[in-house]
């Protein structure tokens, strides 16, 4: 791989938590790692509430697309990590290429209903949850490990941390 890791966060929308998880990989590779977003069926706009999330974490919020999986078929990605809700029975993407895989399923908040407050505290959680995976595969040293070790310990980050 090549020093800069091009991570791909997949969902099913493109819209709300692989926008967050785009936003937070960018930030916390600090130039070691480059987050995408794209989604299988993408609803073609960004969550405001996942934008409102970002900026209340001072993220950037612009420049984000609601975007198809095929957008990446020919762009080199390292890392692939999908975000789908399994417990959710949300049905998870299948994206083709040699990435590194592993899933990182949480709920998805731009589905919930509630007061403002219960809202924000949903997209908090979520943001939450990634912010820590993110930050615990950034701080894996990649370039000296092997694609099998990467990939178990994605897959522990994902399990692990919530």
């Known amino acids: 791989m090549s020093n800069l890791?091009?991570?791909?966060?997949?969902?099913?929308?493109?819209?709300?938590?692989?926008?967050m998880g785009e936003a937070?990989?960018?930030?916390?590779g600090q130039g070691r790692?480059?987050?995408?977003?794209?989604?299988?069926?993408?609803i073609g706009q960004i969550n405001a509430g996942a934008l409102a999330t970002l900026a209340r974490h001072d993220l950037p919020t612009e420049g984000y697309i609601s975007k198809s999986m095929d957008t990446f078929h020919d762009q080199p990605i390292d890392i692939l990590i999908s975000v789908c809700?399994?417990?959710?029975?949300?049905?998870?993407?299948?994206?083709?290429?040699?990435?590194?895989?592993?899933?990182w399923g949480v709920?998805?908040?731009g589905h919930v209903e509630g007061t403002p407050e219960e809202i924000i505290a949903a997209f908090e959680k979520t943001f939450d949850i990634l912010k820590r995976?993110?930050?615990?595969?950034?701080?894996?040293?990649?370039e000296?490990?092997?694609?099998?070790?990467?990939?178990?310990?994605?897959?522990?980050i994902g399990s692990e941390i919530h």
């Open 144 to 156: 000296n490990m092997t694609r099998e070790a990467i990939t178990l310990e994605l897959e522990r």
């Open 107 to 109: 709920e998805d908040p």
């Open 33 to 42: 790692f480059k987050g995408h977003s794209a989604g299988s069926k993408p």
């Open 85 to 103: 809700d399994s417990a959710g029975k949300e049905p998870c993407p299948v994206f083709l290429g040699p990435a590194i895989r592993a899933h």
């Open 133 to 142: 995976r993110v930050k615990a595969m950034v701080d894996l040293p990649v």
């Open 24 to 28: 937070l990989v960018t930030a916390l």
């Open 5 to 19: 890791k091009n991570v791909l966060v997949l969902c099913t929308g493109n819209s709300c938590r692989s926008v």
